[in-house]
């Protein structure tokens, strides 16, 4: 099997870091905390690009730029560990998709997700494997604008539907972290 880069896309306030927007860099750092065997997960830091995990199988990583630049750290990422964009998985928010659910999908435009969109113009293809988490109130339907509620703080019942789903997306990587 070849190496994934398993790539959480988000902001990198601090001050955004509990927010919908950044449910993929919260899904990475959930996937690397329950992993590790009881230890605290070190990540390290490639510049000013990106920090990671590299395990035998797998690396986690999550960018240190902001949504909009996200192509610029997956594409140095490649190019640091290789493997090309048949060896990438970007999890990222999706606000088509309820709360406590996501998708595994192969391909397809950006959907006005800014991040997704950086990364086809980086990469030059929409061909890449992606984990689509699902940040919409199914209450509210389609009701809001994404931008109206992405940059808000997660609630606490939404939290707790984040991490069944990290839970459920984590089983499908290997626990050597």
């Given at each position: 099997?070849d190496?994934?880069?398993?790539?959480?896309?988000?902001?990198?306030?601090?001050?955004?870091?509990?927010?919908y927007?950044?449910?993929?860099?919260?899904?990475?750092?959930?996937?690397?905390?329950?992993?590790?065997?009881?230890?605290?997960?070190?990540?390290?830091?490639?510049k000013d690009?990106?920090?990671?995990?590299?395990?035998?199988?797998?690396?986690?990583?999550?960018?240190?730029?902001?949504?909009?630049?996200?192509?610029?750290?997956?594409?140095?990422?490649?190019?640091?560990f290789g493997?090309?964009?048949?060896?990438?998985?970007?999890?990222?928010?999706?606000?088509?998709?309820?709360?406590?659910?996501?998708?595994?999908?192969?391909?397809?435009?950006?959907?006005g997700?800014?991040?997704?969109?950086?990364?086809?113009?980086?990469?030059?293809?929409?061909e890449?494997?992606?984990?689509?988490?699902?940040?919409?109130?199914?209450?509210?339907?389609?009701?809001?604008?994404?931008?109206?509620?992405?940059?808000?703080?997660?609630?606490?019942?939404?939290?707790?539907?984040?991490?069944?789903?990290?839970?459920?997306?984590?089983?499908?990587?290997?626990?050597?972290?």
């Amino acid at each position: 099997m070849d190496h994934t880069l398993i790539i959480g896309l988000g902001n990198p306030d601090p001050t955004l870091e509990n927010t919908y927007h950044n449910v993929g860099t919260l899904a990475v750092q959930w996937i690397a905390e329950h992993s590790a065997n009881g230890d605290t997960p070190k990540f390290r830091t490639h510049k000013d690009s990106f920090k990671y995990i590299k395990t035998a199988t797998y690396t986690l990583i999550r960018p240190l730029v902001f949504m909009n630049e996200s192509g610029r750290a997956v594409k140095d990422a490649i190019h640091i560990f290789g493997g090309g964009i048949k060896n990438i998985v970007i999890i990222h928010d999706d606000s088509d998709i309820p709360v406590g659910e996501f998708k595994r999908v192969m391909g397809g435009g950006s959907a006005g997700h800014n991040g997704i969109r950086s990364i086809i113009d980086h990469l030059g293809t929409e061909e890449f494997a992606r984990i689509r988490i699902g940040i919409r109130e199914k209450e509210e339907a389609h009701r809001k604008k994404a931008g109206d509620f992405v940059l808000s703080p997660i609630t606490p019942a939404d939290k707790k539907a984040f991490e069944e789903v990290f839970e459920k997306i984590s089983t499908s990587f290997p626990s050597n972290v």
